[in-house]
């Protein structure tokens, strides 16, 4: 893909994010890996229904401006995801409705937040993690998640929102998808015995990939 064709494709994402109501307001931001070690960001303040190609960031991996307007304020814990984990190439971040619901609840399970009771969950994401509360923009968020790059895809931001990993953009996006369905999910049979899947069948999705 061109350098264009990365930008176009962010933007087209990311539309589609708001237009189904994943992104509400300015809320969210997306990141894309391009070659020599820069990175595309969404810029602070903008509506994911919104983005202009030509105005989205470009940094180096130090976080400096190459072009385009100033990146999201989260744009630390992106390059820090980015650093620790080279086989990250894209990040979404969503409050999106179901799974920012769930971020806000206490005595979740710290290492996975969602236990397995969908194959698509496992086979794209495996687990959530949880990352506790800070402001957002805060550095903190990038200390907690450059600890865990490379021990999962998706992170819970407590009260907060999520953050989701790819091998691409689409890769990205289609992994916030299927998280944020099953959070919505989860919350639809609240109260109702769910058949979890056994370890075995864990076990046995995460040997096959997707
Ligand atoms: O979702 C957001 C913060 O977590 C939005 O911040 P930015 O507009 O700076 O990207």
Redesign the pocket.
């Given at each position: 893909m061109t350098e264009l064709e990365q930008k176009q494709q962010l933007v087209e994402l990311a539309k589609s994010f708001y237009q189904r109501g994943y992104s509400v307001g300015?809320?969210?931001?997306l990141s894309v890996r391009l070659d020599d070690n820069r990175i595309l960001v969404?810029p602070?303040?903008?509506s994911l229904g919104r983005l202009d190609a030509d105005r989205l960031s470009v940094l180096d991996m130090q976080g400096n401006v190459l072009s385009g307007d100033k990146p999201?304020?989260?744009y630390v814990f992106h390059l820090a995801l980015y650093q620790q984990n080279p086989k990250c190439n894209a990040i979404v971040?969503l409050?999106s409705t179901y799974l920012t619901a769930l971020s806000c609840l206490d005595d979740l399970d710290q290492d996975n937040a969602i236990k397995a009771f969908t194959p698509y969950y496992v086979m794209r994401v495996g687990k959530l993690q949880v990352i506790p509360y800070y402001r957002?923009?805060s550095p903190e968020i990038a200390r907690e998640l450059s600890e865990r790059a490379l021990t999962g895809k998706a992170f819970l931001l407590a009260n907060?929102?999520i953050v989701v990993t790819g091998s691409d953009l689409l890769d990205a996006a289609d992994n916030a998808d299927e998280l944020e369905e099953t959070a919505k999910l989860q919350f639809i049979l609240q109260g109702q015995k769910i058949r979890y899947l056994t370890d075995d069948e864990v076990k046995d999705l995460e040997n096959r990939g997707k």
């Open positions: 300015g809320a969210g931001n969404t602070t303040g903008s999201s304020k989260e971040h409050h957002p923009g907060h929102g």
